[in-house]
């Protein structure tokens, strides 16, 4: 049996925050902003949260699908920007969904997040363990921003994505992974540090800092690389590909990887513009968009491919 997504939804907070609005917080500029990302706008969670953009994401996906509550299996959320520290998101969406079949747990895999999710659940599905499943890649990264910090402030956007995964004859062909936690440092935020009665170390929040070039250099190398291989696993060639849909951090980025895989900048559809980069959100995010666009066809070949803090990477080739 292989895993095939069967649906699809998403949910971005209502307000957007356009490039110039940001000119009026840091020393920043629309231009410096488009011509180094591509970002135009993102959305910034006001009365939304990370749990409230899954769950409502985790319902149109389920609409989509035409699957219930009742018929989920496991609900894996990809997050690192979860309401709470525990109980997990997925535990949250499980009980907003009434899916109390369900064996629910987050990842965190950063902007990798969703692939990771995918794998576990593509894992399950081989394996006989489970028939239906429902990933999750939601962030409300705004909220571990410094809003001072002009390099990575104007980057992060918030939002959720959702996709409901079944046991089918088609689905996911090829799933490559990798993790190299030796670069770690180039992408981090830290938690709570050790604080308690027999240590006082005047805990402070930290907000996340990246070193964007090293992230950038590990992208273009990385994530062609991972492509590669997951179309050489699935016996599928580049140009069999109808869209590649990578994770939306830098425009630079993915004309970068379309020209090392020597594919037309058409086939990487794109919705960095108005989203921005919303960590693990971003994958299922912009696969909603195409299909509610009606821009997926039963039988394409599709590539996801997701990268980010660990560092971690992912690709899959599928059948729609
Ligand atoms: O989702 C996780 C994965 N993340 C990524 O994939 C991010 C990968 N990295 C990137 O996308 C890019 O490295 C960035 C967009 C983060 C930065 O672009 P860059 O072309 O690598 O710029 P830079 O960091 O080399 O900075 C160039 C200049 C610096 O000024 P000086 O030192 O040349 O005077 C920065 O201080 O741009 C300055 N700068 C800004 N200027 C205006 C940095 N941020 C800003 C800003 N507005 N917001």
């Not at 917080?25 to 949260?49: F, M, N, P, Q, Y």
């Not at 809003?147 to 090829?174: M, Y």
């Not at 980025?253 to 108005?274: G, R």
Request: net charge neutral; hydrophobic share 45%; glycine share 10%.
């Amino acid at each position: 049996m292989l895993a095939r997504i069967i649906g699809t939804g998403s949910s971005l907070p209502e307000k957007a925050v356009a490039n110039q609005e940001l000119e009026t917080l840091v020393d920043t500029t629309d231009e410096w902003i488009k011509s180094r990302t591509g970002i135009e706008k993102r959305h910034i969670a006001v009365t939304e949260t990370t749990t409230s953009m899954a769950v409502e994401a985790a319902k149109h996906a389920m609409k989509n699908a035409g699957v219930k509550a009742e018929e989920l299996d496991l609900i894996i959320v990809g997050t690192v920007s979860g309401d709470m520290c525990f109980p997990s998101t997925a535990c949250q969406i499980q009980s907003a969904l009434g899916a109390k079949n369900a064996t629910a747990f987050d990842i965190n895999a950063a902007c990798a997040g969703f692939l990771f999710g995918l794998s576990i659940v593509d894992a399950y599905i081989k394996s006989g363990r489970i028939k239906t499943a429902l990933v999750v890649g939601a962030e409300t990264l705004s909220k571990m921003m410094d809003w001072k910090d002009r390099s990575t402030c104007v980057l992060f956007g918030d939002g959720a994505g959702a996709a409901i995964v079944k046991s089918s004859d088609e689905g996911i062909l090829a799933l490559v992974q990798g993790s190299d936690g030796v670069r770690g440092s180039a992408l981090t935020c830290h938690n709570r540090a050790v604080n308690n009665p027999y240590v006082d170390n005047g805990f402070k929040t930290d907000y996340t800092k990246m070193n964007g070039q090293e992230v950038y250099k590990f992208a273009v190398k990385t994530v062609p690389a991972a492509i590669m291989q997951a179309m050489d696993k699935a016996g599928v060639s580049a140009d069999q590909v109808k869209y590649f849909l990578l994770h939306q951090a830098n425009i630079r980025i993915i004309e970068a990887v379309a020209k090392k895989l020597n594919q037309p900048a058409e086939k990487f559809p794109t919705n960095l513009q108005e989203c921005g980069n919303i960590s693990a959100g971003s994958v299922p995010i912009l696969l909603d968009f195409m299909n509610q666009e009606g821009k997926l066809e039963r039988g394409d070949l599709i590539v996801l491919a997701g990268f980010g803090a660990g560092l971690t990477w992912g690709a899959a080739v599928l059948t729609w």
